[in-house]
């Protein structure tokens, strides 16, 4: 079974910095690219990054670039997101997935984790 658990979001002051988790498992590591996406109320969701199986290829959102950075330790099937000089338009819920390659990477969906930026 397929499972991906992200963790780590919270409650940060704006210019604060997060680091979110995405532990998977039930499939091999090696072949699956993982994304974050992230879902505020009343906006559509939005990719925030990705990461290639290899780890060779990595994209961000314009929104976001610079500020964040994706990881992945296949030995440890954990990709990370640390997220630094948050701003208050970063509060959503992220959300991890995967897919074969990146832009198929929501073939499947972690449960999501709240993280909140205060002005």
């Known amino acids: 079974e397929v499972q991906l658990v992200e963790s780590g979001g919270g409650l940060v002051q704006a210019g604060g910095s997060l680091r979110l988790s995405c532990a998977y498992s039930g499939f091999t590591v090696d072949n699956y690219a993982i994304a974050w996406f992230r879902q505020a109320p009343g906006k559509e969701r939005e990719r925030v990054s990705c990461?290639?199986?290899?780890?060779?290829?990595?994209a961000y959102a314009d929104s976001v670039k610079g500020r964040f950075t994706i990881s992945r330790d296949n030995a440890k099937n954990t990709v990370y997101l640390q997220m630094n000089s948050l701003k208050s338009e970063d509060t959503a819920v992220y959300l991890c997935?995967?897919?074969?390659?990146?832009?198929?990477?929501?073939?499947?969906w972690g449960q999501g984790t709240q993280v909140t930026v205060s002005s």
């Open positions: 990461i290639s199986s290899s780890g060779g290829s990595i």
């Open positions: 997935a995967a897919g074969s390659i990146c832009a198929l990477a929501t073939k499947y």
